[in-house]
């Protein structure tokens, strides 16, 4: 298994404009939302679990497996989300919870476009379609980055994205 420091790497090297950051930081969350709404559509025997729930353990197991403070902050964000899927999906009609899936995912993806526009450069996923995993650990840490944390993570980052 390849370091979360090379995964981010490549993927940094796709992401380095503020702009496509910025879009990214909108995109990605709406894109996984509407993954968990869809998902949220199909139940798991009598369980009472959803296959979104099922898909976000299943991620999240693989972040606590690269970093664990990153894994973290990024339960807290995928609980907001499914909490925000099964809202969505509660209280809109079924027609109106598939629209919410395709404003949510067509707009997520069209925001990530226009981001790589500025960026100048093909989305990563392109190049390697894992990429649509490690977006959002990915911009998890962007955040601690900003602030500060995990510097030793970020230069491993920086020195591998630059040097290829």
Excluded at 11 to 40: C, D, E, W
Excluded at 101 to 125: C, D, M, N, S, T
Aim: net charge positive.
């Amino acid at each position: 298994m390849k370091s979360l420091a090379e995964q981010m790497s490549f993927y940094q090297r796709y992401h380095r404009s503020s702009k496509n950051k910025a879009t990214h930081f909108v995109g990605v969350p709406a894109i996984v939302l509407a993954v968990m709404l869809a998902f949220s559509w199909l139940r798991l025997g009598n369980s009472g679990l959803s296959a979104a729930e099922v898909l976000s353990v299943a991620l999240l197991s693989y972040y606590f497996r690269l970093d664990v403070p990153l894994a973290l902050a990024s339960t807290g964000i995928f609980a907001v989300l499914l909490v925000l899927a099964h809202v969505l999906d509660n209280r809109l009609t079924p027609g109106g919870a598939h629209v919410a899936f395709a404003v949510l995912f067509v707009g997520g993806w069209i925001l990530q476009l226009i981001g790589h526009y500025f960026e100048g450069r093909k989305p990563a996923l392109a190049d390697n379609l894992f990429q649509l995993l490690i977006a959002p650990i990915f911009l998890v840490a962007e955040v601690f980055f900003h602030f500060g944390y995990k510097s030793g993570l970020r230069h491993q980052v920086e020195a591998r994205a630059a040097s290829t």
